[in-house]
């Protein structure tokens, strides 16, 4: 094939950028005549080059880029051509050698700086410069841009001439753009050939897993999923799916350890890809009083100091409860997310502090922390036990000086008699990029003489369609279920126990406690 433009990156061969960079290149390289991505180097900052003084085009001579534009770079996109608002723009391309090839085609990518634009504001014409034609208008069809500064694909316009000098005109009038918005055009091909259509289908149809429930259900748009397992759970579940295009291939990376992630990488046949993730973790272990922070409350969406209802406890909270963020680490539907308020750097950090006396004391405190999203920024907390109501925190304090970035258990052995309160403060100065999720606070009873914790631990207790199952029971155990207000529902020996009612349910055997979905 002739080398009718040069790259200048080395990154990326033709085909590969055929391939990759535009779900409309189903092209294979042999297709591809001419190609301008605008290059890969943003202008320097503050500068907003012509198209002549710009320096970062893929094509060099003979192609030559001309007119009224100048090349931009967002956060968001990469360098781009920029049709300002409320003037009129024109962007020329001179030189592309066509000749010699059939079915020509012309697609390019589009993006507004407002959600109501459409594409077909742009006038555009192509002209043989070689034979000194005259502009032939090519119509672009309707194409609402659905969101602000995200791009569309216009792709295979026909009308192009094989000649050894095609221009091509891209223009924005005021007159055709009474909007006035502003306007962005990337991604220049024109190909040879009949481009065959690939799928951009990298949807599954089913997720489900071998242990346990997803949360949310599933549904195709939403990538995230949480599954809760029994306590002492060590053995991975296995995901099991299937695809909506036949045409899309799916790889599972498996989670290698509890709590982990399993993620299921969807490649659509164009090569456009989305990835699942279902993260497991494990419930803690053994207790007699567990907070989840699900229950009936409200959501606490804002960071200000406020009341929380919490399943065990109300809870004084100056930072987030809530199930509306996928980047908070979380067992089930809700953790609580600490932060250092950014607005003053004296100001007292986040904390959750209950505010009902827990009795009998606590013997061990366990809990799951991690760090919120991909925070990486060293973060600390303290914990800390009151047992005058509140008055002093002096009856036990520990500090943690490393948060995972994975949801972790941690427990502290604590042994404090009596009624007794805790609270969890976010210790490190004000510092951005150090969010943290606590979740599962499970607190056992002070261990006295006829109170010690029993160990079973071969007992299993999960839900599933509607029934609570008891695996390994102890003889002569009686199973406690509670709905997160704390009311007692039933108290058994029974290993199978029907539920009528979806929600999310304590579990207690002895003096052990499970938290179950019955979904």
Excluded at 404 to 433: E, H, Q, Y
Aim: negative net charge; charged residues 15%; proline residues 4%.
């Amino acid at each position: 094939m002739k080398k009718i433009f040069t790259l200048k990156t080395k990154r990326f061969s033709i085909a590969m950028i055929a391939m990759l960079m535009f779900s409309w290149s189903a092209a294979l390289a042999q297709t591809v005549v001419f190609l301008e991505t605008c290059g890969t180097t943003a202008p320097s900052a503050g500068t907003r080059p012509t198209p002549e003084n710009y320096t970062g085009w893929d094509n060099g001579a003979p192609v030559t880029f001309s007119g009224t534009v100048d090349v931009r770079s967002t956060s968001a996109l990469s360098s781009h051509v920029w049709f300002a608002a409320n003037s009129d723009k024109e962007f020329i391309i001179s030189g592309i050698n066509t000749s010699g090839k059939s079915n020509l085609k012309l697609s390019f990518k589009v993006a507004c700086n407002s959600a109501s634009g459409d594409a077909s504001k742009m006038t555009l014409t192509v002209r043989d410069a070689a034979a000194g034609g005259s502009e032939i208008p090519i119509t672009v069809p309707g194409t609402p841009v659905g969101a602000q500064n995200v791009y569309v694909e216009i792709n295979n316009l026909s009308g192009v001439p094989a000649t050894t000098n095609l221009e091509i005109k891209f223009a924005f009038t005021t007159a055709n753009n009474p909007a006035n918005y502003g306007y962005r055009l990337d991604d220049i091909l024109v190909s040879s050939g009949d481009a065959p259509v690939l799928s951009d289908n990298n949807n599954l149809a089913t997720l489900t897993v071998t242990q346990g429930i997803l949360s949310p259900e599933f549904d195709s748009a939403i990538t995230s999923y949480s599954v809760e397992l029994p306590a002492g759970t060590t053995a991975v579940p296995d995901v099991q799916y299937t695809v909506e295009d036949s045409k899309a291939n799916a790889t599972v990376t498996k989670a290698v350890a509890i709590p982990g992630t399993t993620t299921i990488k969807v490649a659509a046949e164009n090569g456009n890809e989305k990835t699942y993730s279902v993260n497991f973790s494990a419930l803690p272990s053994a207790g007699t009083w567990i907070e989840t922070f699900e229950g009936e409350s409200a959501n606490k969406a804002g960071y200000t100091e406020a009341e929380f209802i919490g399943v065990a406890s109300t809870w004084d909270v100056f930072g987030i409860v809530t199930s509306a963020d996928a980047n908070d680490k979380k067992n089930g539907t809700r953790s609580v997310r600490l932060r250092d308020p950014s607005s003053t750097t004296n100001s007292a950090s986040h904390f959750i502090e209950m505010v009902q006396d827990k009795p009998n004391g606590a013997g061990v405190i366990s809990l799951y922390h991690g760090m919120y999203s991909n925070h990486t920024a060293a973060a600390t907390w303290k914990l800390e036990v009151s047992n005058n109501g509140g008055a002093t925190w002096d009856a036990f304090s520990q500090e943690v000086t490393e948060v995972p970035t994975t949801f972790t258990l941690i427990s502290f052995t604590v042994n404090v008699a009596g009624n007794i309160r805790i609270k969890i403060t976010k210790t490190n100065d004000p510092l951005s990029n150090s969010t943290i999720n606590i979740d599962d606070i499970q607190i056992t009873d002070y261990p006295s003489t006829g109170n010690k914790l029993v160990n079973i631990s071969d007992l299993n207790v999960y839900a599933d369609n509607g029934t609570i199952y008891v695996k390994n029971l102890p003889e002569a155990a009686k199973v406690s279920v509670y709905d997160l207000a704390g009311k007692l529902i039933t108290q058994t020996s029974a290993t199978e126990i029907p539920l009528n009612v979806k929600g999310i349910y304590i579990v207690k055997v002895n003096n052990q406690a499970f938290k179950v979905a019955n979904k």
